[in-house]
C-alpha cells in the first residue's frame, strides 16, 4: 500500500492499515486531501495484504466537512453537481467496498466528517467528543449520503431533529442511539478500532450486514414517514422565516429512505446543490468565513499578544455583574471593584444571580459556582487590589469625569504593561485617555447587555490606541468566544449609531401617518427579532432620546432630533422601567400606551397629517436605506471601512437576520443605484436626514459595491 502522503499518516500492522489525517486546522474535506484520501483506501482496498482499514484523526477534530472556502465562490449549479456527487461516490465506496473500515473518532466529527464516518463499517468513539450534522446552521443540508443514513443508524425522528437543529451531540448519547459502536477514553481509541477490524478479519463481524445502507430496520413505513415529515413541515413552516435548507432537509427524506439509497443519495446531492447556490446559504457562509476572521486586521499581523490571566472589573452593575460571568466562565481569575461595601455586596449578588440559567438548566450545580467564586473571584472596595491585574475593565457611571478620575488613579498602581478598556456606550474614548500619561493603553471593549448570551464584542480605538493594546484586546475577545469588531471612536461607535439609523427612520413615517404597528409587523416579519417600538420601551425612550440630542450636537444638523420624538419624550412614558412607552405594561399583558397614541394623534393632528397606507416593503425599503446612507457615511468618516465587519456588528449586537447576510450585503443585491434613488426620494419627502452619501452618489454612478465582486 502507498504510504506517501503529505496530509496522511499510513501504519500498518497485522494487516490493518491505520490513515491518520492531517490537514489543519480542523481536516476539513478539502479538494487535495479528499484526493489523498481517496487515493489511500482505493491502495488499502487493492493491497492484498491488508485486510481492514482504520480511519482516525489528529488533535481536536477527526473530521470536519467540506472547504467551504473552495465552494463558496461557485454559483452555478452545473458547475458544482458533478464535484458533489463525486464525493457521495467515494463515500458509497467506503460503504460497499471489500474490505472493512473503521472510523476511530478521535475528535468532533461534524457534517461531512459525520458522514464519513456514517459510511464506514464500525464507529469507535472517544467518549465527550461531538457528532453531528449542522449544514442547516449555513443554509445547507447534509450532500454527501447524510439524509439517508443517519435516519438508518439513529431512527428518523432523531435523526431529523439533529439534521434540522444543527446541534451536535456527545459520543454517549451517539452510543445509545447506534450512531457509534462503541466509546472509550483517548488512550484506547487506537487499541479497540484495531480490535474491531480484527473482530472482521476473523468473521466475527459480518461487513454484508455493517453496511449502514443495509440497515433498514429503523426505517419507518411509507404511512408513518408521512406522519413524522407531514409534522416536520408543519414546524418548521412556522419557525423556517427566510431559511429554505429545513424544507430541503425534510424533501430529501421523504423522497427517498428506498431501498435505492444510491438514487436517493443523488437526488440529496441536488438539493444541496440547490441551497449552496442560494443567496440564504451564500450570505450564512460569509457570515460564518468572515466571523472566523474577524480582527485579523493588517495594522496588527505578525504582533503578540500580551497575556492575560488576571482582569479586573470596575462597577458590578448590570453590565458589570455581566462581564464577571463571562470573565469566570473562561477561566480567567476575576476582580470586581465597586465604589463602597453596599455596592460591592449587591454586585457580587447579581454576579452569582447571572449563573441561574446554567444552574437551572443543570449544566452546573450551586457546588460548582461557590467553587468557582471562591478559587477564581475576589471582590474590594480598595482600588489598590487592581495593581496586579493584566487588564483592568471600567463599567462605571456614564460620567466623564468620574471615568477620567478613576483612570487616573488606575494608572498610578497598574504596571506599564496592564490594559485599560472602557465599557462606555457613548463617550468619546479620546477625550477619556487624555488624562493618561500613556494613552495608548486605552481602548473601548463595548459589551453587548446581557453579555453572557451577545457575542458581539464592539473595540474602539482611540486616536492614540496603540497597536499592541489592540492586538491584546482582539485576543482576549477570541479568549472569552466573543467575535470582536474592530472601529474607530467616534459618537455612537459603530452598532448604536448604526442601529440608531435603522429604527430611527420609523419615527419619519410614523409623523407621515404610518400606523406604528404596522411598522413593528413589517419589521420582524423582514426578520429582525422586535420592532424600534419595542427596542425603545426595553432599553429605554429617555436614554435614546438623550442619545438622539448628543448625535445632534456632535454630528451637525442631518442629525436633529425629530419633533415628534421630542412629544413623545415629554410624556413621561420611558417604557418598561416607568411601566408604560409606547405599550402600557400595568396589566397582565402589554397593550398600546393609550397615552403615547394621543401624542401621535396630536402630532398627525397639528401639521395635517391624514394616515397613510403602505406596503411592509416600503417601510423597510425606507429604514433601510437610511440604514446603508449611515453605513456609507460611517466609511467616508473613517468610523470602519471593513463591510463584512460592520455587517458582523449589525448581526451578533444588534440580531440583524443572518440570512439577510447583513446590511451592506443587503445593499449590495440592492444595487447602490436603486439605494440612492430611494433615498433621492426620501429626501424630498423627509428632509436631509435622508440626503445620500457622497460615497453611495459614487458606487451608483460607478456600479460599484460595498463588498469585493
Known sequence: MKADFKHLAVEIVNGVAVLSMNNPPVNQLSGHFVMELVEAVESGFGDPEIKALVVTGTAKNFMAGADLTEIYTITDKELLLPGVLAMSGFLNRIETGPKPVIAAINGNALGGGLEVAMACHYRVAVKGVRLGQPEVKLGLIPGAGGTQRLPRLIGLQNALEMMLKGDSIDSELALSRHLVDETVDAAMLADCARAAASRFISGELCLESSRTRNRNGNLPTPAGLKTVTDGAKFLVASKAGGYPAPLKVIEAVEKGLSLDIESDIRREADLFCDCLVSDVARNLIGIFLNTRAAGR????????????????????????????????????????????????????????????????????????????????????????????????????????????DIWKKIEGLCGPQTIFATNTSALPITEMASVLKEPGRMIGLHFFNPPPRMQLLEIICAAKTSDLTLATSVAFARQISKVPVVVNDAPGFYVSRQLGALFGGSVYLVADG???????????????????????????????????????????????????????????????????????????????????LDCIKEYLAENNVSEKKVSDSEIVDAMLALAINEAALMIEEGVCDRPWDMDLAMIYGAGFPPCRGGILRYADKWGAANVYEQLVQLEKRYGMRFQPAPLLNDMARSGKTFYPV
Open 297 to 404: 486586521l493588517p495594522r496588527i499581523s505578525g504582533l503578540t499578544p500580551l497575556p492575560i490571566k488576571k482582569v479586573a472589573m470596575l462597577g458590578g452593575g448590570a453590565m458589570g455583574s455581566g462581564i464577571v460571568h463571562v470573565l469566570l466562565k473562561n477561566g480567567f481569575e476575576t476582580l470586581l471593584w465597586d465604589i463602597d461595601r453596599e455596592a460591592v455586596e449587591k454586585g457580587v449578588k447579581a454576579v452569582r444571580k447571572t449563573f441561574d440559567y446554567a444552574i437551572s438548566r443543570k449544566k452546573m450545580s450551586v457546588a460548582d459556582l461557590d467553587w468557582l467564586m471562591e478559587t477564581k473571584f475576589k471582590a474590594f472596595v480598595s482600588l489598590e487590589e487592581v495593581r496586579e491585574a493584566d487588564l483592568v475593565i471600567e463599567a462605571v457611571l456614564e460620567n466623564m469625569s468620574i471615568k477620567q
Open 514 to 596: 404610518v400606523d406604528p404597528d404596522r411598522i413593528e409587523r413589517a419589521v420582524k416579519s423582514f426578520g429582525m427579532p422586535m420592532g424600534p417600538a419595542e427596542l425603545a420601551d426595553l432599553t429605554g425612550i429617555d436614554i435614546n432620546y438623550r442619545v438622539n440630542k448628543t448625535f445632534e450636537q456632535r454630528l451637525g444638523p442631518r442629525y436633529a432630533v425629530h419633533p415628534l420624538t421630542e412629544k413623545i419624550y415629554r410624556t413621561g412614558c420611558y417604557g418598561r422601567k416607568t411601566g408604560a412607552g409606547y405599550m402600557d405594561y400595568s396589566g397582565p399583558k402589554p397593550v398600546v400606551n393609550q397615552k403615547v
